[in-house]
């Protein structure tokens, strides 16, 4: 049995991706920006704790001591440096933006190549990420910021995709997807000469699946008293449109008593 990734986990191997495309897509206008793309990425790229968001220096002196340098530990760190963190409890998003669908209904599932009558139900969530860009000149950072803002409102960029194990090692990809009005650039004032820094925060917000009928771990321990019967589902709805972010699903109401979950994005 395929164990599952905790929702941070998954958020962390997902974001990381993204900042990894982002900088093979970035023009390197100034030497320092090709510089960091030509290093590798556990010097060009790192991950703070979540404690550290909003704390610039803090995240700053955690890089410092990072054993990123040839040389003595803490001695020189390679810049420029792009660190990130996000909120380690996610939110809600506004129900104007998404709507959640907290009941269960029945499916069958269209990747699922068994054909198996499972239950879903879903959860909308808001992360909010922070990035941190060091440089050793303001007009690195100015493209740094500038390119990051152009990347991430790119059609397909301004989402990204969550792996979901939905149960049983049985994947499909879920987005978070950035809304309108939650990216925002600033400069950050420091203290120290030669270093410059800006800072991106945005909010990504998805539907997270939770899915009970695969065989997975969770099956017996969800809801099992709440959980619709056949003859509850029975004739309730027979088709239904369902509007998320970047994802137009369509629930169909088959005469066997299941429903079966389609993407209308995928259909000619």
């Not at 995240?59 to 996000?86: H, I």
């Not at 800006?198 to 099992?224: A, E, H, K, Y």
Request: aromatic residues 8%; contains cysteine.
């Amino acid at each position: 049995m395929a164990e599952s990734l905790s929702i941070v986990e998954v958020f962390q191997n997902a974001w990381g991706k993204h900042l990894i495309q982002f900088r093979d897509w970035i023009t390197p206008d100034t030497q320092a920006i090709a510089h960091w793309k030509s290093r590798p990425i556990e010097q060009a790229i790192a991950a703070c704790r979540s404690r550290m968001i909003d704390d610039t220096m803090e995240m700053w002196a955690a890089w410092r001591k990072n054993k990123n340098d040839s040389r003595a530990q803490g001695a020189s760190a390679f810049l420029p440096v792009m660190l990130t963190a996000f909120e380690s409890v996610p939110t809600s998003p506004s129900v104007r933006d998404m709507r959640a669908m907290p009941d269960w209904e029945k499916v069958i599932l269209p990747n699922d190549t068994q054909n198996r009558k499972v239950q879903i139900r879903t959860t909308a969530m808001t992360v909010r990420a922070q990035i941190v860009v060091f440089a050793p000149t303001p007009h690195d950072i100015a493209w740094f910021a500038a390119q990051f803002c152009s990347f991430i409102q790119r059609e397909d960029t301004r989402y990204l995709n969550l792996r979901m194990n939905l149960g049983n090692g049985l994947y499909d990809d879920w987005p978070l997807t950035l809304l309108e009005n939650t990216l925002t650039a600033s400069t950050v004032p420091l203290e120290e000469k030669n270093l410059y820094a800006c800072r991106i925060d945005l909010q990504l917000s998805g539907l997270i699946p939770q899915v009970v009928g695969l065989g997975g771990i969770n099956d017996t321990t969800t809801d099992v008293a709440n959980r619709p019967t056949a003859a509850e589902l029975q004739a309730v709805v027979i088709e239904a449109d369902i509007d998320a972010v970047d994802m137009n699903l369509r629930w169909i109401a088959n005469p066997d008593d299941t429903n079966t979950l389609i993407n209308l994005d995928d259909t000619p």
